[in-house]
């Protein structure tokens, strides 16, 4: 097996704590390193350390290369810009198809997120070798599904088939729906509908045909770089071709179209923590708690989460998220966490971008 770890965003919903030059990945939340230190360190021992690759883009490489010492530059594939997963997962197979056919039977490529927590390391290995196991002998995209705990909109969601075939937990996948409504989501669940875990695992092989039916553009574009790569002409020719590739995620440009997809349930303490109200309910937040990270009293006051250097007083109040930095204090209301983007757009347009 051979892995691309996707580590591109910022993570604006971790803001102030995510900054242009501290991105969600390098933060440590709900874990005691940072994310993408854990999520390379799940798969040492398990995975040779030549076959594990960092896709980022120029801009934030130096911040990975610093967090991630041990890792070779070489194994660092940089997209010039950031046009979401689609065009980064097909960047770094196409890069990556000649190492791995050297390598014989072994050309499966896994595609992890650089930012979620799993607290049970061995049960993820060995969901990922079951997934692995499908992908190599079949011509499929293999996805791990999550049982939900809620109908949230913020996840993709995968309804089973029939079962596959002597892969324990494993099932043909019926349908693929990324970040249905909340009704859609509800209906799903009672379904039996699993939440996408953003895991997939494929041979390159697989992906091409799927792109040239369903992104013909950017199947196109992804060519022009694969004639040019290994020679001297690549790194400029991905510097031409890559910002004009169509900006959409993986999710959307190949899984909920491709025809054949199979999925493998996991159960290994997953979380994505998406924003502040995931991280006060991964500690435990149940509505009642105050929580956090820092010094803090509370009276009369319940359902908040604090993160201060500095001793926070709570008097009289519910349902609030407070985040101290060294240059910015955030005062939310648990629950508004999506408006984070339209605050930090809306300080951008204001001439405060030394805050993000």
Request: hydrophobic residues 45%; glycine residues 10%; charged residues 25%.
């Amino acid at each position: 097996m051979w892995v691309v770890i996707i580590a591109g965003g910022r993570g604006l919903r971790f803001w102030p704590r995510s900054r242009r030059n501290r991105p969600k990945p390098v933060l440590a939340l709900g874990s005691r390193q940072p994310l993408i230190v854990e999520t390379v360190d799940r798969l040492r021992g398990w995975v040779p350390a030549r076959r594990i690759f960092i896709s980022t883009s120029e801009s934030m490489a130096g911040i990975f290369q610093k967090t991630l010492p041990a890792l070779p530059r070489s194994q660092f594939i940089l997209e010039p810009e950031g046009r979401d997963t689609a065009p980064g997962v097909g960047l770094a197979a196409l890069l990556l198809e000649k190492r791995m056919a050297r390598s014989g039977a072994d050309s499966v490529l896994a595609v992890l997120p650089a930012d979620h927590v799993i607290t049970r390391p061995a049960a993820f290995r060995r969901t990922l070798a079951q997934a692995a196991r499908i992908a190599a002998r079949e011509d499929v995209f293999v996805t791990l599904g999550i049982r939900p705990t809620s109908p949230s909109p913020l996840f993709g969601y995968l309804l089973p088939g029939k079962p596959y075939p002597g892969v324990k937990g494993a099932r043909w996948l019926l349908r693929f729906q990324e970040k249905p409504a909340p009704a859609v989501a509800r209906k799903l669940i009672a379904r039996g509908g699993l939440w996408n875990a953003g895991m997939f695992l494929f041979r390159p092989s697989v992906l091409w045909p799927a792109l040239r039916q369903h992104q013909p553009a950017m199947f196109a574009g992804l060519a022009r770089i694969a004639a040019a790569a290994g020679t001297r002409r690549e790194k400029q020719v991905i510097r031409d071709v890559f910002p004009r590739l169509k900006k959409i995620s993986f999710d959307y440009a190949v899984m909920e179209k491709a025809e054949k997809v199979a999925m493998v349930r996991g159960d290994f303490g997953w979380t994505d923590l998406g924003g502040w109200d995931m991280l006060y309910r991964f500690q435990g937040g149940d509505g009642r708690k105050n929580l956090g990270a820092g010094r803090r009293a509370a009276l009369d006051s319940r359902g908040c989460y604090v993160e201060s250097e500095k001793l926070v007083a709570l008097v009289g109040v519910e349902n609030l998220i407070l985040v101290e930095t060294a240059d910015v204090i955030l005062v939310m209301a648990r629950g508004q966490g999506a408006k984070l983007k339209s605050l930090v757009a809306m300080l951008e347009a204001k001439g405060l971008s030394r805050y993000l």
